[in-house]
């Protein structure tokens, strides 16, 4: 069993920063090969999900989207099977709720991810 397990959400000023961490609790008998890409996605209030970014465990460089590029940070820490989503100069249009999300691969990830996390709420104010 795989459970994908979200952190650091919160209430934050406008320009402000937050950091956001998903860890991966795998059983024993879990394949790690099916959670190796991991990234967040992100839904504001009457909007669709949309993509953010993510990465490989063990390495390589981020996958962002659009409205990820310069302002956001994804990393990892394969020996603790975590993604982390730094987030700076925030603004209202980066209030929603932010999931991790995992699959082998990144065009799995894209197609659709083969776990998720329930999600943890990020809200900017001005």
């Known amino acids: 069993q795989v459970q994908l397990m979200e952190s650091g959400g919160g209430s934050v000023q406008a320009g402000g920063s937050i950091r956001l961490s998903c860890v991966v609790s795998a059983s024993g008998s879990a394949d790690s090969s099916n959670f190796a890409f991991m990234g967040w996605f992100r839904q504001a209030p009457g909007k669709e999900r949309e993509k953010v970014g993510g990465?490989?465990?063990?390495?390589?460089?981020?996958y962002y989207y659009d409205s990820a590029k310069g302002r956001f940070t994804i990393s990892e820490d394969n020996t603790k099977k975590t993604v982390t989503l730094e987030m700076k100069s925030l603004s209202a249009g980066d209030t929603a709720m932010y999931f991790c999300?995992?699959?082998?691969?990144?065009?799995?990830?894209?197609?659709?991810?083969?776990?998720w996390g329930r999600g943890t709420q990020v809200t900017v104010s001005s």
């Open positions: 999300a995992a699959g082998p691969t990144l065009l799995d990830w894209i197609r659709g991810p083969s776990y």
């Open positions: 990465i490989y465990f063990g390495g390589g460089s981020p």
